[in-house]
């Protein structure tokens, strides 16, 4: 997205926050701290400052959500951020660390993320002493291993999962608002879900999902002042 065209983003609208997995909804309601919530009619949960929207695990369940989120009352100028576990694909990568996307990209096309280096910034903030990426970040319609994984990183992308990139044209598909994917690893390089430290690794990207709350806000709060 240029400058110019974030110009015309419309401001003022909600933040919807979407996630696939019950797990990574779970870390993140529980984030809330006994904030009121209630139950929306795609299964997500509401906060004061925020609609949480569990779409189900792949791209195609992931586009039907958030099309039909996006239809919805006030959603008009709604940001929308992409959220939830990934794997890594650069080795050195470890679960619990970070991936801010400057790009989701899939078969289907690229969407330029907004706001990358503040939201960054906020993510080291708000999870100190964690690793933050900032690159690709590349779509797939199923779990990705091995080989796979090396082709991948040859593209120039940082990690791949399976909803971002489908979540991010849906929500830019009829008008430009306000996007971005951040991403927890789970799986990486030198720890790939097969193997023995999964769970350890599961564990420690489930605490820092559950951490990185106020961080999503302050993208928002910035995503809703004038442009220079």
């Given at each position: 997205?240029?400058?110019?065209?974030g110009?015309?983003?419309?401001?003022?609208g909600?933040?919807?926050?979407?996630c696939?997995?019950?797990?990574?909804?779970?870390?993140?309601?529980?984030?809330?701290?006994?904030s009121?919530?209630?139950?929306d009619?795609?299964?997500?949960a509401?906060?004061?400052?925020?609609?949480?929207?569990?779409?189900?695990?792949?791209?195609?369940a992931?586009?039907?959500?958030?099309l039909?989120?996006?239809?919805?009352?006030?959603?008009?100028?709604?940001?929308?951020?992409?959220?939830?576990?990934?794997?890594?694909?650069v080795?050195?990568?470890?679960?619990?660390d970070?991936?801010?996307?400057?790009?989701?990209?899939?078969p289907?096309?690229?969407?330029?993320?907004?706001?990358?280096?503040?939201?960054?910034?906020?993510?080291?903030?708000?999870?100190?002493?964690?690793?933050?990426?900032?690159?690709?970040?590349t779509?797939?319609?199923?779990?990705?291993?091995?080989?796979?994984?090396?082709?991948?990183?040859?593209?120039?992308?940082?990690?791949?999962?399976?909803?971002?990139?489908?979540?991010?044209?849906?929500?830019?598909?009829?008008?430009?608002?306000?996007?971005?994917?951040?991403?927890?690893?789970?799986?990486a390089?030198?720890h790939?879900?097969?193997?023995?430290g999964?769970?350890?690794?599961?564990?420690?990207?489930?605490?820092?999902?559950?951490?990185?709350l106020?961080?999503?806000?302050?993208?928002?709060?910035?995503?809703?002042l004038?442009?220079?």
């Amino acid at each position: 997205m240029s400058p110019a065209a974030g110009d015309r983003t419309a401001r003022g609208g909600p933040l919807l926050v979407a996630c696939a997995l019950r797990i990574e909804q779970m870390a993140l309601r529980s984030a809330g701290r006994g904030s009121p919530r209630g139950t929306d009619a795609h299964g997500g949960a509401h906060g004061g400052a925020y609609t949480l929207l569990r779409t189900g695990m792949g791209p195609c369940a992931a586009e039907r959500a958030v099309l039909g989120a996006l239809h919805g009352p006030g959603t008009d100028r709604a940001a929308l951020l992409a959220t939830g576990f990934c794997a890594g694909l650069v080795p050195g990568m470890s679960p619990g660390d970070l991936v801010v996307a400057e790009e989701t990209r899939d078969p289907r096309g690229t969407v330029p993320c907004t706001g990358v280096a503040l939201l960054a910034e906020a993510l080291a903030r708000a999870v100190p002493g964690r690793t933050v990426h900032i690159g690709p970040l590349t779509g797939s319609d199923h779990v990705v291993r091995g080989r796979e994984r090396a082709r991948l990183r040859a593209t120039g992308a940082l990690a791949v999962d399976m909803e971002s990139a489908a979540t991010l044209r849906a929500a830019v598909r009829d008008g430009e608002r306000p996007v971005a994917a951040v991403r927890v690893i789970v799986d990486a390089p030198e720890h790939e879900l097969v193997r023995i430290g999964t769970v350890r690794g599961g564990i420690s990207a489930f605490r820092v999902l559950r951490a990185v709350l106020p961080a999503f806000y302050e993208w928002h709060r910035s995503s809703l002042l004038p442009r220079r």
